[in-house]
């Protein structure tokens, strides 16, 4: 049976993959450092946990609203005013399935046939294949590393056409780690407004920064940014609850209202359970989410100096995240591999070493390694990665 023409142009996530591959090694009996995963390595806090289990201990097992539970679309709101000082009803407000979900049912809503959406690249594997999805266009823009992988105002104006509707705007940034400044945001905003285009911003690392500048939601710039940007961000990093899947979108009424029409059609409504748990993650102390980012921020410094002492192999230093993103062009052709893909395959199967070849991010010369995991891990696989160079060269 032929399947839809939708899904056959997709390509396959090569973050899952790559941890599949790692996965199955280590059932096999190998010991496998894997530096593929997008997620904490640390427990959902314990506050989380136990606002989960009264939950169900009080019968709130049933279906909710679509949009999610009018207590937690409050508590989102509040926490938008705390944070970035951006105000919202709760009606602008949907609760989904995870933030990729929010993305997913966004371009769902808001794509025609033919429509465009502006992707910086490097970016998120999954950007490119939900407009597909949604019957639009990825028109990719290549993110210089000299700038911080970071576009430029002149780059999206060249973009822009007159089938343009979005532009996706991921700070922190994954892979890279980089995060957009507020003067820099501020021109790319001028240009939204000038082509009448919306931005999607995606700023579900926001709470995972390790440097003295703060994280700036474009929508806090100006009323008109304000009213063309749909906020994305979620529960899944900041607090370590990869697997409950919450997250959500805030912006434009009528666009916030055809998410949550949509949703109803498709899931229904999040887990009735993991959104009391986002709950007690946006009513409580935020201490949990501090000591994992310190935590985070010692391996970066750590593994950041091994990294970039390792021959063939430079990096610019992420500002938040837990990913780094090294270009390994030069160690790959001294190593005598054709390209990086296949020097992290080598990797893979020699040293037992998961990296995430960036290809799949559009940046072929990169890789992406999470030091979301032990120190321990950490310096073990410099040192593997170390050998696997040294014995090939």
């Known amino acids: 049976m032929e ?44 506050y989380i946990l136990d606002a989960a289990k009264e939950s169900m201990d009080r019968g709130m097992t049933k279906y909710t609203p679509s949009g999610g539970i009018p207590e937690l679309r409050k508590a989102i709101t509040e926490k938008l005013k705390r944070d970035q000082q951006l105000t919202y009803d709760e009606d602008q407000v949907v609760v989904t399935t995870g933030a990729k979900h929010a993305l997913f049912t966004l371009f769902q809503v808001l794509l ?28 990719f ?91 994305i961000n979620g529960v899944s990093k900041s607090h370590s609850m990869t697997g409950w899947r919450i997250g959500y979108a805030v912006g434009n009424r009528d666009i916030i209202k055809a998410m949550t029409s949509m949703a109803s059609h498709s899931t229904s409504n999040p887990t009735s359970i993991a959104q009391y748990g986002a709950l007690a ?22 593994f950041y100096d091994k990294l970039i002492d390792l021959p063939g192999i430079s990096c610019v230093k992420p ?42 991010f559009g940046a072929e010369e990169n890789v992406r390694l999470s030091y979301a995991t032990s120190m321990e891990n950490l310096n073990e696989a410099a040192e593997r990665i170390k050998k696997f160079i040294q014995k090939h060269q």
Not at 29 to 46: C, K, Q, R, S, Y
Not at 195 to 202: A, F, P, R, W
């Open 319 to 360: 500002k938040g995240a837990f990913y780094l993103f090294p270009n390994v062009k030069e160690a790959a052709s001294n190593c005598g591999f054709s390209n990086v893909d296949e020097f992290v395959k080598a990797l893979l199967e020699e040293e037992k070493v998961a990296l995430v070849p960036g290809s799949g």
């Open 141 to 231: 823009v290549k993110a210089r590393e000299e700038n911080d992988f970071k576009i430029t105002r002149e780059q999206l104006e060249q973009a822009v056409t007159s089938k343009t509707k979005a532009v996706i705007i991921n700070s922190p940034s994954n892979p890279t780690g980089m995060m957009y400044s507020r003067e820099e945001l501020s021109e790319i905003g001028e240009v939204a407004k000038e082509k009448d285009i919306l931005i999607v911003s995606d700023e579900i690392y926001e709470k995972l920064i390790y440097t003295e500048d703060p994280h700036v939601s474009i929508a806090q710039l100006s009323e008109d940014l304000y009213n063309r940007t749909i906020l």
């Open 3 to 46: 399947l839809a023409q939708r899904v056959q142009s997709l390509t396959p996530s090569s973050t899952l993959a790559i941890t599949a591959k790692a996965k199955a090694l280590r059932q096999q009996g190998h010991d496998v450092i894997a530096l593929g995963a997008g997620e904490p390595d640390f427990n959902t806090p314990e």
């Open 281 to 302: 993650a946006y009513t409580n102390g935020e201490e949990e989410v501090e000591k994992m980012r310190n935590a985070f921020s010692e391996r970066l410094d750590a």
């Open 112 to 139: 025609n046939p033919g429509d465009e959406v502006v992707i910086p690249a490097p970016y998120w594997v999954s950007y490119p294949e939900q407009v597909k999805l949604a019957g639009g266009k990825p028109v």
